[in-house]
């Protein structure tokens, strides 16, 4: 299945199976898009609408036979879920990532985290810091995989039966920061709106060959870097059997992959991240302004 979060009409609430507004989960199709109250009106169903919901049900089959699809062209893809219980990013996994940075791979993954609320919403905006905070900055396309069930100590041949699916991720790093630091890494990679999931999840068994995908990075409509997992130094059956080891993976967790290479981005830019099969993930640059909130 092929599954997206997505808002039919116009902003505001909305009732009903897919009201003007309303925010549903659906699974795509050759027309369009079938939402779930759809699925449930026509097959007499209780589906959760909510992708995390399925996610964490462990649903990897819905029939849409029949159901009416909204065309795509009427909504508005967003975020699957708001806030991943867990979001793992891992750095250098391509020898060409570590190449373009003039860096050593570690032996073992590279992997931080990110937080939730540093998420922007798939083809909205990227929203640079102020220049005083940071004036350098990549965005990276990745492959995000998606955590299918609860599980700790998973041995390295069943770790894809943990996995629910596939996703496309955006990952952003201010350089700046991290050249004056290595352990600023947190800080440089968790500044509002510098990373993204989705917004299509792909379930695990609609992949083939998970090796044979090509993660591409566009840059202004022109291809910025690109390669296959394959070359991966860690694989990401093995990212989820590594990261097990360490703590608890819960439904919904995701696992960012990692970049062949970074563009740097500007003001004005158009990024995009790409993997065929999977799905594209797009967002515009714009500069950010310092407007306080949130207190008096």
């Excluded at 759809?38 to 996610?55: C, F, G, M, Q, T």
């Amino acid at each position: 299945m092929r599954l997206m979060t997505f808002r039919h009409g116009g902003p505001g609430g909305g009732e009903g199976a897919c009201g003007a507004g309303a925010v549903h989960a659906g699974v795509l199709t050759g027309d369009g898009i079938a939402s779930v109250p759809a699925i449930n009106a026509k097959y007499n169903l209780r589906l959760p609408d909510s992708l995390l919901a399925i996610v964490q049900a462990d649903i990897r089959t819905i029939p849409v036979d029949g159901v009416p699809a909204i065309p795509l062209a009427e909504v508005t893809p967003r975020l699957p879920w708001d806030a991943p219980p867990k979001i793992w990013c891992i750095g250098l996994n391509y020898l060409s990532k570590a190449a373009d940075t003039n860096a050593r791979q570690p032996e073992e993954p590279g992997s931080f985290m990110k937080p939730a609320s540093c998420m922007f919403e798939p083809g909205e905006d990227i929203v640079l810091p102020p220049p005083e905070i940071s004036n350098d900055v990549d965005a990276e396309g990745e492959l995000g995989v998606v955590i299918g069930r609860k599980c700790r100590y998973v041995p390295r041949g069943k770790a894809r039966q943990a996995i629910y699916g596939y996703t496309t991720t955006m990952d952003l790093t201010a350089l700046d920061i991290l050249s004056r630091n290595p352990r600023y890494l947190t800080r440089s990679k968790s500044i509002d709106t510098f990373f993204s999931f989705g917004p299509v999840i792909v379930t695990a068994g609609e992949v083939e060959d998970v090796d044979a995908l090509e993660v591409v990075t566009e840059l202004n409509g022109e291809v910025y870097s690109k390669d296959f997992v394959r070359n991966m130094k860690t694989r990401p059956d093995e990212l989820v059997a590594f990261h097990s080891e360490y703590m608890t993976l819960c439904p919904g967790d995701l696992i960012s992959t990692g970049c062949p290479k970074g563009a740097r981005i500007k003001a004005g830019d158009r990024v995009r991240a790409r993997i065929d099969g999977i799905g594209t993930l797009e967002a515009s640059v714009r500069a950010g302004e310092r407007t306080p909130f949130g207190f008096e």
